[in-house]
């Protein structure tokens, strides 16, 4: 019984999980695929829940299906967010080259999946209660993976000062101390 | 210690339907109390002392026409409140509300769902149900409902940073994610009101920015953006949206109880925790009062006024609040 749940949520998961990726490039209007790649997001987290994963199902959906596709979204509807004039010529070397490179990627994923599981993708993996938990996973960040941690801490430190330097840089010309903004801008006198 | 599934959802349908009651009186509350605190009545027609207002409200709110702009784009304009609703209503589901009881031969936990990592569930869902705003703005195709949607963004997701670091304090002290295991701890000691004031505090500023109350409610400043992000929404549409902020700010109200004062536990006295529901509710009303005090008191913030509070004053606070609070646990360990 359970294990048809299991499998009956695994199809949906995993068919949405497609499903949206191939919406995702095939929208003409960009908030619609932003929109889809949501549902990706969303559907991964499904798939992550299954492998008995909460935490990291938790941090998908709060991290990249939250905090970042609201920004793709709100830089999509601020920009108006309308469809693009679908592509009038016929398929680029872009495209070409895009689907070679799908292409590899799945073949490279089979491969090393195939060479590093081998027989033991059709056992059911052991795992213990404390499988997933945010202190179980906590503990390889700063032990197993400490160095992977700490470069994207300096990677994501880089991208803010960047950012701090972008934004600042585009006020350089505002008067120091005075305020623009609702409340104290020059009104015309009504006559 | 678990439960038969269809206790389970015999008990979701009765707390979805407590919060619904709950979210419908505090419309007449809201209303009641800001009436009062500016000399007025307020509602007083719909039966006694104007209990009945809600029911009225709702029934009007299902009978009016649910017109909408014939620009707006149909499945997202609208999917948007519902989305809202219901992630508003799922988030209660991981807050714990009394200790459990056996009745009859049967064990009821005090929660609708107990999982280990309910505070991050709780903020996931939070971040999911902000699509349901900017998503209904943006196909509204209205420029003030996108203007809405727009600041409704940029506030949920500037603020939603001080609250989660705001709630770092507590998870640290308490040593768990799991709302359960959270006001258990706090049976036996301090309530973490005390040790965190500072993360109380940012808690809860941050939260009245998070619901987009007063004097944070620049997303719906009427004078400068009609309604913001539902300006094009009515009847019941519009009524899930309404629905939707204030089983935002109940839930809110809600986890403020859980992880900072004490959950469901009466204060100094244990023989009467079986009646968790009565203290928690209690608890409630009384944060619900002061967020309505608020909207009575306070003026609106001015947009940069807004931004510069919430990034430079309100996270490096909490940051600061979250480190000391860390050196402390690792020291005192």
Not at chain 2, 161 to 170: F, Q
Not at chain 2, 238 to 264: C, D, H, K, P
Request: aromatic share 12%.
């Amino acid at each position: 019984m359970a294990n048809v749940l299991v499998w009956a949520v695994w199809v949906v998961a995993a068919f949405s999980c497609l499903a949206s990726g191939i919406a995702v490039v095939s929208f003409a209007n960009p908030f619609f695929s932003a929109l889809a790649l949501i549902g990706n997001l969303a559907s991964l987290a499904v798939l992550y829940l299954l492998l008995s994963a909460e935490f990291v199902a938790a941090g998908q959906v709060l991290v990249y299906a939250g905090a970042v596709m609201v920004m793709f979204l709100f830089v999509t509807a601020y920009l108006g967010g309308r469809a693009d004039a679908p592509w009038a010529g016929g398929p680029t070397w872009q495209q070409f080259g895009a689907v070679l490179a799908a292409g590899a990627i799945l073949v490279e994923v089979i491969v090393v999946i195939g060479l590093k599981a081998g027989g033991r993708l059709s056992h059911e993996a052991k795992i213990d209660a404390g499988f997933g938990s945010p202190h179980r996973i906590g503990r390889v960040f700063l032990t197993d993976h400490l160095l992977a941690f700490e470069i994207t801490s300096v990677v994501l430190l880089v991208a803010a000062v960047g950012a701090v330097i972008l934004g600042a840089h585009s006020r350089g010309d505002r008067v120091p101390g005075h305020v623009s903004g609702p409340g104290r801008g020059t009104w015309p006198e009504e006559t | 210690m678990s439960e038969p599934w269809w206790v389970s959802v015999i008990k979701a349908l009765v707390i979805i339907n407590l919060v619904l009651l709950t979210f419908a009186y505090t419309t007449l509350l809201e209303r009641k109390l800001l009436a009062r605190m500016q000399l007025r009545f307020g509602p007083n027609r719909a039966g006694p002392y104007g209990l009945l207002q809600p029911i009225a409200d709702l029934v009007k709110l299902v009978r009016k026409e649910s017109f909408f702009p014939t620009a707006a784009i149909d499945a997202p304009y609208i999917l948007a409140p519902v989305v809202s609703a219901f992630t508003a209503l799922a988030a209660f589901a991981v807050i714990p509300f009394g200790n459990g009881w056996n009745i009859w031969r049967y064990h009821v936990n005090g929660v609708v769902a107990n999982v280990p990592i309910s505070l991050i569930l709780i903020f996931a869902l939070g971040s999911i149900g902000i699509y349901g705003f900017i998503v209904g703005g943006w196909a509204s195709e209205s420029k003030y409902s996108l203007l809405g949607s727009m600041r409704t963004c940029a506030q949920l997701v500037s603020y939603e940073v001080s609250l989660a670091l705001s709630v770092l304090g507590v998870v640290i002290t308490a040593g768990s994610l799991s709302l359960v295991q959270i006001v258990h701890n706090q049976a036996h000691s301090l309530w973490y009101v005390v040790p965190q004031a500072v993360g109380f505090l940012v808690f809860l500023i941050s939260g009245v920015a998070e619901t987009s109350r007063a004097p944070f409610d620049l997303p719906e400043a009427e004078q400068e953006l009609v309604a913001g992000y539902h300006t094009e929404y009515s009847g019941m549409r519009w009524g899930l949206f309404q629905m939707a902020e204030y089983v935002n700010m109940i839930t809110l109200s809600g986890l403020a109880i859980t992880l900072f004062l004490g959950g469901w536990h009466f204060p100094f006295a244990h023989g009467v925790d079986f009646l968790g529901p009565l203290w928690f509710f209690v608890k409630l009303l009384a944060l619900l009062f002061a967020f309505i005090w608020l909207r009575a008191t306070l003026p609106r913030l001015r947009y940069d006024q807004l931004m510069s509070f919430g990034w430079k004053i309100l996270l490096p606070v909490a940051t600061v609040n979250a480190l000391v609070t860390a050196l402390v646990v690792v020291w005192a360990n």
